[in-house]
T-cell receptor, first 114, second 115 residues
Framework: AQTVTQSQPEMSVQEAETVTLSCTYD???????LFWYKQPPSRQMILVIR????KQQNATENRFSVNFQKAAKSFSLKISDSQLGDAAMYFC???????????WGAGTKLIIKP | DGGITQSPKYLFRKEGQNVTLSCEQN?????MYWYRQDPGQGLRLIYY???????QKGDIAEGYSVSREKKESFPLTVTSAQKNPTAFYLC??????????????FGPGTRLTVT
């Protein structure tokens, strides 16, 4: 079965420091897509970053970057220079089947300490 | 502005009543999705549609129904057969999958409480 696992229910980080959120997935497919979404208290789901499995280069979006380890089936999100506005639930999701339907992890709550 | 609207934001119903949640998008997306979100869990797919007048069941379709009469609209009906309907419901849309997976854009959600 295809699964996405986020093993950290909650993480906290001091403002301006760096934090890494973990995500692992399980699939036998070679072509798939990985996403990190952010859900702030408003509950609006927002795409943070996306990675295609066929690309070896890790995706980067400003202060957000991923560490994609294909062999280990790991897709972690690094947030640099954490800001108070980064406080949210972060969900890892993967599109791993022929219909590219998203399978979601349970989420990690990120707390930013001022 | 382009986006997805869901209404209402909060909805209260008595047990045994059907209720319909609205979802409208003006992004010209072909694909639309309904998800259910419960505390401590990831999103679970209820139904999705890739073309007008066609839709497919997701992982938890029992007790729900949908229609797709217009490209812009994908309403979800929570029927009295749904055993535990209280939840947060999210609607999303995307470019048609098929040439890779694309970002899904989400509406603000509807919190449904059934008592």
């Amino acid at each position: 079965a295809q699964t996405v696992t986020q093993s950290q229910p909650e993480m906290s980080v001091q403002e301006a420091e760096t934090v890494t959120l973990s995500c692992t997935y399980d699939t036998s497919e070679s072509d798939y897509y990985l996403f990190w979404y952010k859900q702030p208290p408003s509950r609006q789901m927002i795409l943070v970053i996306r990675q295609e499995a066929y690309k070896q280069q890790n995706a980067t979006e400003n202060r957000f970057s991923v560490n994609f380890q294909k062999a280990a089936k790991s897709f972690s999100l690094k947030i640099s220079d954490s800001q108070l506005g980064d406080a949210a639930m972060y969900f890892c999701a993967a599109a791993m089947d022929s219909n590219y339907q998203l399978i979601w992890g349970a989420g990690t709550k990120l707390i930013i300490k001022p | 502005d382009g986006g997805i609207t869901q209404s209402p934001k909060y909805l209260f119903r008595k047990e045994g009543q059907n209720v319909t949640l609205s979802c409208e998008q003006n992004l010209n997306h072909d694909a639309m999705y309904w998800y259910r979100q419960d505390p401590g869990q990831g999103l679970r797919l209820i139904y999705y549609s890739q073309i007008v007048n066609d839709f497919q069941k997701g992982d938890i379709a029992e007790g729900y129904s949908v229609s797709r009469e217009k490209k812009e609209s994908f309403p979800l009906t929570v029927t009295s057969a749904q055993k535990n309907p209280t939840a947060f419901y999210l609607c999303a849309s995307s470019i048609l999958p098929g040439q890779g997976a694309h970002e899904q854009y989400f509406g603000p959600g509807t919190r449904l409480t059934v008592t």
